[in-house]
């Protein structure tokens, strides 16, 4: 709400960062926006509790499935990653999957993906609430009576990516009010996303491009909040979003610089020339990174300039 010059003073931040993350938005538009996610804050306390309703999904960091209570815990006890997996490759695939795009992702064959889907439909189990299954017959799920053939898909899973995208599409609704939504999509961030997948598998996660859009989403998304709470002198604030960040995109310079301007905030200069210093020249034996244009307003901006 305040003018760039206030952001980009105590942020490590520049106009052109501004105007793409924090826009204005239409009152007629923030209102269809907010209306248009009515459950959004029971599936986060969902997502929250301790043993929900609901099968749920992380890749915000380590990959990693929880049933829900309907489920099977043990279906799925000695192959555990595997079928982890396999839940994820059915999320990533917003039509489902037939059995012949399951065997190309994972690799298998067909009588061999028919019995994986049938054990991981036995480990999700049924929704206690609807009464059907989690992962219906392939002929039965809403895309295959729609379409008439055998698709897979998991109805009623939770998965943090998902509430990170609407919690941050909230966000930009609400003005700064949504301080608090990108807070909480925040909290759903455990690292770098999608790791831990089996070393053997998750071959088809590279072509889904997912793994480098949740990782910008998460430092533009951290950006926003740390340089909003320097704005208002919160450097508890600033830091723990940056450091998020960090560890979501070690490689990354913004959440690096972001903890340099929260360092000068609160009165170490020194350490914020380190951490700048440390950002652009991480390795001693290879050559300086060269600053983008946007990293060279930051740093011309904040006087970290040390050519």
């Known amino acids: 709400p305040e003018g760039d010059d206030v952001y980009t003073t105590l942020g490590a931040t520049t106009s052109e960062d501004l105007n793409a993350l924090a826009p204005p938005v239409a009152h007629p538009v923030m209102e269809h926006i907010t209306e248009a996610?009515?459950?959004l804050d029971n599936d986060l306390n969902d997502w929250r509790a301790g043993h929900g309703a609901r099968p749920r999904l992380s890749v915000l960091?380590?990959?990693?499935?929880?049933?829900?209570?309907?489920?099977?815990?043990?279906?799925?006890a000695k192959r555990r990653a595997y079928y982890t997996e396999l839940l994820a490759y059915l999320w990533t695939q917003p039509h489902g999957a037939t059995t012949a795009q399951?065997?190309?992702a994972l690799g298998i064959t067909e009588d061999r993906a028919r019995r994986d889907l049938s054990k991981l439909r036995e480990w999700l189990g049924t929704n206690p609430i609807s009464g059907q299954p989690h992962l219906p017959t392939a002929r039965k799920s809403r895309t295959g009576q729609l379409l008439g053939v055998g698709v897979y898909e998991v109805n009623d899973l939770l998965v943090d990516a998902d509430l990170f995208k609407r919690l941050r599409t909230r966000a930009l609704a609400r003005g700064e009010a949504g301080i608090t939504?990108?807070?909480?999509?925040?909290s759903l961030v455990e690292g770098?996303?999608?790791?831990?997948?089996?070393p053997t598998g998750g071959a088809w996660v590279v072509d889904t491009g997912l793994p480098q859009h949740l990782t910008c989403a998460i430092v533009?998304?951290?950006?926003?909040?740390?340089?909003?709470?320097?704005a208002h002198n919160d450097t508890n604030l600033a830091q723990w979003a940056a450091d998020i960040a960090n560890r979501a995109a070690p490689d990354e310079l913004i959440?690096?610089?972001?903890?340099?301007?929260?360092?000068q905030a609160m009165g170490q200069p020194a350490a914020a020339l380190r951490l700048v210093q440390e950002a652009l020249d991480p390795d001693p034996d290879e050559a300086p990174i060269e600053p983008s244009h946007r990293t060279s307003q930051v740093l011309t901006n904040r006087r970290w300039n040390t050519a």
Not at 181 to 186: C, N, P, V
Not at 192 to 198: L, Y
């Open 37 to 39: 996610d009515p459950t």
């Open 61 to 76: 960091g380590p990959i990693h499935a929880r049933v829900g209570a309907g489920g099977n815990p043990l279906a799925a």
């Open 102 to 104: 399951v065997t190309e």
């Open 181 to 186: 939504d990108l807070e909480a999509a925040l």
């Open 192 to 198: 770098i996303p999608f790791t831990d997948v089996r």
């Open 220 to 230: 533009d998304t951290a950006h926003l909040v740390s340089v909003h709470a320097l």
């Open 255 to 263: 959440p690096q610089l972001d903890l340099a301007a929260t360092a």
